[in-house]
């Protein structure tokens, strides 16, 4: 397992320069779809002081912003975002991943996806940049280009570049699909640039010519037919189709932006012929 770092330095939280707190509020309310007096009884407050707070006639405390945000489950940096707006400080800090702070971190999610041998698992940031990869997904990347491994590989590019996995992706259609949606709805929720532009540049990426047509190629071996549980990944590797189900996890309440934006997949084998297959490699 390798642990990098996740890129360029971390950044501070920007604002619009035309908007306060006021604003920012109002739209972080309604991409809820939350109504003021919703919103107050939540908060322990009232509709009237929420108006007066989202068309900038009361100034809210740091307080009631960290409380508004909470209970409108803002992401931590855009709480950060809120917080300038107001006038105030950043409550949350940034943390560099590879920081003396966060070795415990770092140890635990070492331990979790190594342990999670012989199956694929990765942790990646709010960009999708692979921060750290087990044995596995070594494994599932074999033969690709070493422009897109390094010097810090990106898991969207790594899946949908025509170098790199989607060649080998038998269902490149419909998984593409699900990760194109998936990044879409975190810009909804991260107003990110960054990750707008990564979702630009992967969906732009040209189709194999048997996936544009809409014809997936014949798998590399015949393989029973599987009711899979939800949405498989189908990967040739090594002359046999490997199928796996992917899950996500974040962490519970984090204090600190660098680990609110930490997600670990993990692909569990969708069928006993890739979990039989997986496990004689390490027998």
């Known amino acids: 397992m390798t ?20 604003p920012l509020l109002r739209a972080w309310r309604e991409r809820r779809r939350v109504s003021q007096l919703e919103l107050a009884l939540r908060a322990d407050s009232s509709a009237r002081h929420i108006s007066f707070v989202e068309t900038g006639r009361s100034r809210p405390s740091e307080e009631m912003v960290l409380r508004l945000a909470e209970h409108l489950d803002v992401p931590v940096r855009e709480r950060n975002a809120l917080l300038l707006a107001a006038g105030y400080a950043p409550h949350y800090p940034e943390t560099p991943l590879d920081d003396p702070a966060l ?11 190594r342990g999670y041998e012989p199956y694929p698992a990765l942790v990646v940031d709010a960009t999708y940049t692979v921060v750290a990869a087990n044995r596995g997904i070594a494994m599932l990347l074999e033969g690709v280009p070493e422009s897109l491994l390094a010097p810090a590989p990106n898991a969207m590019r790594l899946t949908l570049h025509p170098e790199g996995l989607a060649p080998r992706i038998r269902n490149l259609r419909e998984w593409r699909g699900h990760l194109l949606e998936q990044m879409a709805r975190q810009i909804a929720l991260h107003r990110s640039d960054v990750l707008r532009e990564l979702y ?60 609110a934006e930490l997600a670990i997949e993990t692909f569990l084998p969708a069928d006993p012929a890739t979990a039989k297959y997986l496990n004689s490699l390490v027998s």
């Open 103 to 113: 070795e415990a971190l770092r140890d635990g999610m070492e331990r979790l996806i």
């Open 200 to 259: 630009e540049e992967v969906a732009a990426y040209p189709l194999p010519a048997d996936a544009e047509a809409g014809e997936p190629a014949e798998p590399a071996e015949p393989a029973a037919a599987v009711a899979y549980f939800a949405l498989p990944l189908r990967i040739e590797h090594a002359g046999r189709v490997l199928s796996f189900v992917s899950s996500i996890s974040t962490f519970n309440t984090p204090m600190d932006v660098t680990v």
């Open 3 to 22: 642990l990098v770092a996740s890129g360029p330095a971390p950044s501070r939280p920007t604002v619009p320069g035309d908007q306060g707190v006021g």
